[in-house]
């Protein structure tokens, strides 16, 4: 479902209706640094950003002067709105923020300006131009040009090193406070965005490569704030605690990619139609394997059971027949994210087909064995077996794509791989 955003107050605004910018600076008890960035960046937009642009500050739960200093700012600097949400939350305060907006693009930047204002235009472009629906500016480039100690530089690497082989993340760079969105996207996505600390980052890029779109990468200048009040470690916890609850959102169906993706209109992947070569392919390819694993050893298990009550190729024939139904729901569910009921006894009768195939092969080579050596045990029979298995599964995972596929109607109904 969709989460309910804070309600924010509008303290001081003298920006104009719907700009193409609104480029966001959420602040938490920064009152030394404050006037001077709002002082930087409304310098640079005039000076280098061609376009209406609003600056926004979210002032979230700050117990100092900050917000009141902000305020005060609304006479010196034009094109600028001071917003307020009563509950700490930098998650919090981006995504209520972005959600009210009435700008074309979103964006916002850190108060400490660690990245180079330069980027800014190059992170905006592809929006503006609808290349992109999402811009990022990455510290990990190699065009990238980064100031910071060793303890971060290990972090950031390690922790996008984990969202690459745990989330199947392309990005390179979460946690760059440098970003920007389609705002017609972000009021879509932003209400399934569940987070309201650090991870807001990473658990939008996840969700917009779920949903199938385009992410541009800017490299940046970043140089670190020794001042940073940021607890690392605390935060790096955190965002793998975040890592955990959306892979588990997404493999129980939780977030409705499909329904999504339509609403964006990426009923399809973005890029050019190649055949053969569908979306989420490595995705679905991978999880297959791993339903793969789980069903041969059902199926030896099940096979040595079976085969002092019936013999081998009874054995073989109900232990195929057994794993085969529990392998076509879970490749249905996990490896091509088929939800619902609707369709599930067709897919299981298509599914029947695959495994008749199977059977067939793995039937055969039992009797080819069985007329070499006529003596072989069970074992070495489970041995033959599962070595015709691994030749019939490439036919298997084939078989079901296009069960899946064409039940489905399109590669939404596997957007979720």
Same mark, same amino acid.
């Given at each position: 479902?969709?989460?309910?955003?804070?309600?924010?107050?509008?303290?001081?605004?003298?920006?104009?209706?719907?700009?193409?910018?609104?480029?966001?600076?959420?602040?938490?008890?920064?009152?030394?640094?404050?006037? *001077?960035?709002?002082?930087?960046?409304?310098?640079?937009?005039?000076?280098?950003?061609?376009?209406?642009?609003?600056?926004?500050?979210?002032?979230?739960?700050?117990?100092?002067?900050?917000?009141?200093?902000?305020?005060?700012?609304?006479?010196?600097?034009?094109?600028?709105?001071?917003?307020?949400?009563?509950? #700490?939350?930098?998650?919090?305060?981006?995504?209520?923020?972005?959600?009210?907006?009435?700008?074309?693009?979103?964006?916002?930047?850190?108060?400490?300006?660690?990245?180079?204002?330069?980027?800014?235009?190059?992170?905006?472009?592809?929006?503006?131009?609808?290349? *992109?629906?999402?811009?990022?500016?990455?510290?990990?480039?190699?065009?990238?040009?980064?100031?910071?100690?060793? #303890?971060?530089?290990?972090?950031?690497? *390690?922790?996008?090193?984990?969202?690459?082989?745990?989330?199947?993340? #392309?990005?390179?760079?979460?946690?760059?406070?440098?970003?920007?969105?389609?705002?017609?996207?972000?009021?879509?996505?932003?209400?399934?965005?569940?987070?309201?600390?650090?991870?807001?980052?990473?658990?939008?890029?996840?969700?917009?490569?779920?949903?199938?779109?385009?992410?541009?990468?800017?490299?940046?200048?970043?140089?670190?704030?020794?001042?940073?009040? %940021?607890?690392?470690?605390?935060?790096?916890?955190?965002?793998?605690? $975040?890592?955990?609850?959306?892979?588990?959102?997404?493999?129980?169906?939780?977030?409705?990619? %499909?329904?999504?993706?339509?609403?964006?209109?990426?009923?399809?992947?973005?890029?050019?139609?190649?055949?053969?070569?569908?979306?989420?392919?490595?995705?679905?390819?991978?999880?297959?394997?791993?339903?793969?694993?789980? *069903?041969?050893?059902?199926?030896?298990?099940?096979?040595?059971?079976?085969?002092?009550?019936?013999?081998?190729?009874?054995?073989?024939?109900?232990?195929?027949?057994?794993?085969? %139904?529990?392998?076509?729901?879970?490749?249905?569910?996990?490896?091509? $994210?088929?939800?619902?009921?609707?369709?599930?006894?067709?897919?299981?009768?298509?599914?029947?087909?695959?495994?008749?195939?199977?059977?067939?092969?793995?039937?055969?080579?039992?009797?080819?064995?069985?007329?070499?050596?006529?003596?072989?045990?069970?074992?070495?029979?489970?041995?033959?077996?599962?070595?015709?298995?691994?030749?019939?599964?490439?036919?298997?995972?084939?078989?079901?794509?296009? %069960?899946?596929?064409? #039940?489905?109607?399109?590669?939404?109904?596997?957007?979720?791989?």
């Amino acid at each position: 479902m969709p989460i309910v955003t804070e309600p924010i107050t509008i303290v001081a605004d003298n920006s104009v209706t719907a700009p193409v910018l609104d480029i966001v600076v959420p602040v938490y008890n920064e009152r030394d640094d404050i006037a *001077s960035t709002l002082r930087r960046l409304r310098a640079h937009l005039d000076q280098h950003v061609p376009y209406a642009s609003r600056i926004t500050v979210a002032d979230n739960a700050s117990t100092d002067d900050t917000l009141a200093i902000a305020a005060s700012m609304v006479g010196e600097l034009r094109g600028l709105r001071v917003a307020h949400l009563d509950q #700490k939350g930098r998650g919090r305060a981006l995504n209520a923020v972005w959600q009210a907006s009435d700008a074309e693009i979103v964006a916002y930047c850190d108060v400490d300006l660690s990245t180079d204002l330069n980027a800014l235009m190059p992170l905006i472009a592809p929006l503006i131009s609808r290349h *992109s629906d999402v811009a990022i500016g990455t510290r990990l480039a190699r065009a990238s040009r980064v100031v910071r100690g060793p #303890k971060r530089e290990f972090i950031s690497r *390690s922790y996008n090193l984990i969202l690459r082989t745990t989330m199947g993340a #392309k990005f390179s760079d979460a946690q760059c406070g440098f970003k920007a969105m389609r705002a017609d996207v972000a009021h879509i996505v932003l209400p399934y965005i569940v987070d309201t600390g650090w991870f807001f980052d990473t658990e939008l890029l996840v969700m917009s490569e779920r949903l199938g779109l385009r992410i541009a990468e800017v490299p940046v200048d970043w140089v670190d704030d020794v001042n940073s009040s %940021v607890d690392i470690v605390a935060t790096a916890v955190a965002d793998l605690k $975040g890592c955990a609850r959306v892979g588990t959102a997404f493999a129980r169906g939780q977030i409705p990619v %499909v329904e999504l993706r339509n609403a964006i209109g990426r009923d399809r992947a973005p890029g050019p139609d190649l055949d053969g070569v569908p979306y989420g392919l490595m995705g679905q390819l991978i999880r297959f394997c791993v339903v793969g694993v789980a *069903s041969t050893v059902a199926y030896a298990i099940l096979y040595l059971m079976l085969h002092s009550i019936c013999g081998a190729q009874v054995a073989n024939f109900l232990a195929l027949g057994i794993t085969a %139904v529990a392998n076509t729901a879970a490749n249905r569910r996990f490896s091509f $994210g088929v939800r619902g009921r609707e369709n599930a006894v067709q897919h299981q009768l298509l599914g029947l087909g695959v495994f008749l195939f199977g059977w067939a092969i793995t039937a055969l080579s039992l009797v080819a064995l069985h007329s070499w050596a006529p003596d072989a045990t069970k074992h070495v029979e489970l041995i033959v077996l599962v070595v015709a298995n691994l030749v019939a599964t490439i036919t298997r995972f084939v078989g079901l794509r296009w %069960v899946f596929r064409r #039940k489905t109607g399109s590669d939404a109904a596997i957007a979720s791989a």
